[in-house]
């Protein structure tokens, strides 16, 4: 079966670059579309087996990001109040996480560069302009043919399987990692992609799309990642036909977007404190002893460092946590989690005020990053990764640019 799922994957990826290729609007790319290229696929490409995130590259890829993110290439879009506010949220988080690693853990001076690096980007697409035309169709299209090429590298790539374990294994007999460590992680990202494609993109791309995202998912069996995909694509189907609109949609209320982020921070802190030494293969294991350690001090956590400490003491299983909301209540404590319920809320007041359509379906890429973050760690404020993207792409998404609908003459007189 593994053949079979290569060469139906070839063809998928294929095909969505032919079709991307002769459906462009320009021979030229855009400093939106160069920008988010560099963001997400380099991003991933420091965290492959082959780079296995190389600080070099990974400082190549910031520098670059940041030339061609800063350098006056176009006109810029003025950046709301929305982002501005996802922008705070994110800044406070991270504050707060850097205060309880400095008091908390025993840091050495170069276990700064990384967190340093990764405010400097966040800093950077959260307070300046974005170029303008970083719109969620771009969005969609430069992360598909991110996802493509990364589709055709894991049918190529002769060491994309890795063997089955007890806890699961995929139809081909196999689980597909690709180019990267895990199939989770793998999934993870096609699940991040195929948000921002249903979200922008339409017609026979988009079920392309869809179709290889599914294969990545079934070659990955990755079941988080599953269960995500396919509540996504129910989500996007009862919000019912999009609306067409020349403008941003009308904000979502505060109340709306307030209850959306604590439902979300409740339902994984309860998740991670309710489960079994055997639940989610095993991750419950991880999650108890996580829990215990950080019950002396449950407001202001043990630091994000202080996670390798513990796991070389033996306090904690060698494996990551598994588990957004895990990683910041041991980082930051219950203080983080709140934190993190402002940022998953005014994110969703950003996405939907930059996007058409119902809040089902304007917020999607918030509610797919919300929903794998209860069995996976999808974004680490610490780091500069393939996992910072997601976080990212929601403070540089711009809407579509107001149509001004007067007669011909009367905008000449205006203008006049």
């Given at each position: 079966m593994q053949p079979l799922f290569q060469a139906v994957l070839l063809l998928l990826s294929t095909t969505v670059l032919v079709v991307l290729w002769c459906t462009r609007s320009s021979n030229r790319p855009s400093q939106a579309q160069l920008a988010v290229f560099v963001l997400v696929g380099a991003g991933l490409a420091g965290d492959t087996t082959f780079l296995d995130g190389d600080v070099y590259f990974r400082a190549a890829v910031v520098i670059c990001f940041v030339a061609i993110f800063v350098l006056p290439f176009g006109t810029r879009a003025l950046p709301p109040a929305t982002k501005r506010a996802l922008a705070l949220a994110c800044l406070l988080l991270w504050a707060w996480l850097a205060v309880v690693d400095l008091l908390a853990a025993d840091l050495q001076a170069g276990q700064l560069v990384a967190p340093l690096t990764s405010l400097v980007v966040l800093v950077l697409s959260g307070v300046m302009s974005a170029p303008l035309g970083m719109t969620p169709r771009v969005l969609g299209r430069t992360l598909l043919t991110v996802l493509a090429v990364v589709g055709v590298a894991s049918?190529?790539?002769?060491?994309?399987?890795r063997a089955c374990d007890e806890f699961k294994c995929g139809p081909a007999g196999a689980l597909m990692t690709g180019p990267f460590p895990s199939e989770n992680y793998l999934a993870m990202q096609a699940v991040l992609v195929l948000a921002w494609v249903l979200l922008g993109l339409r017609g026979s791309l988009r079920v392309t799309a869809v179709l290889l995202v599914a294969t990545l998912l079934l070659a990955s069996g990755s079941r988080t990642s599953m269960i995500v995909a396919l509540l996504a694509l129910l989500l996007f189907v009862v919000s019912g036909r999009e609306r067409?609109?020349?403008?941003?949609?009308?904000p979502v209320s505060y109340v709306t977007a307030s209850l959306l982020g604590m439902l979300a921070v409740v339902v994984g802190y309860v998740l991670i404190v309710r489960s079994t030494t055997s639940t989610f293969s095993n991750r419950g294991q991880t999650w108890a002893r996580a829990v215990e350690a950080v019950e002396e001090h449950p407001w202001r956590g043990l630091g994000f460092h202080s996670w390798f400490e513990l796991q070389r003491v033996g306090t904690l299983p060698d494996?990551?946590?598994?588990?957004e909301?895990?990683?910041?209540l041991f980082s930051g404590g219950y203080v983080a989690l709140a934190l993190f319920a402002v940022v998953i809320a005014v994110a969703v007041r950003q996405t939907a005020a930059m996007s058409p359509g119902p809040l089902a379906r304007a917020a999607l890429p918030v509610f797919v990053f919300a929903g794998l973050g209860l069995t996976e760690s999808v974004w680490n404020p610490f780091t500069f990764d393939g996992s910072s993207w997601p976080i990212l792409v929601m403070l540089l998404v711009t809407g579509r640019p107001r149509v001004d609908s007067r007669p011909r003459a009367e905008r000449a007189a205006t203008a006049a």
């Open positions: 049918a190529l790539l002769p060491a994309s399987w067409h609109t020349t403008g941003p949609r009308r494996h990551f946590a598994h588990s909301y895990l990683i910041l």
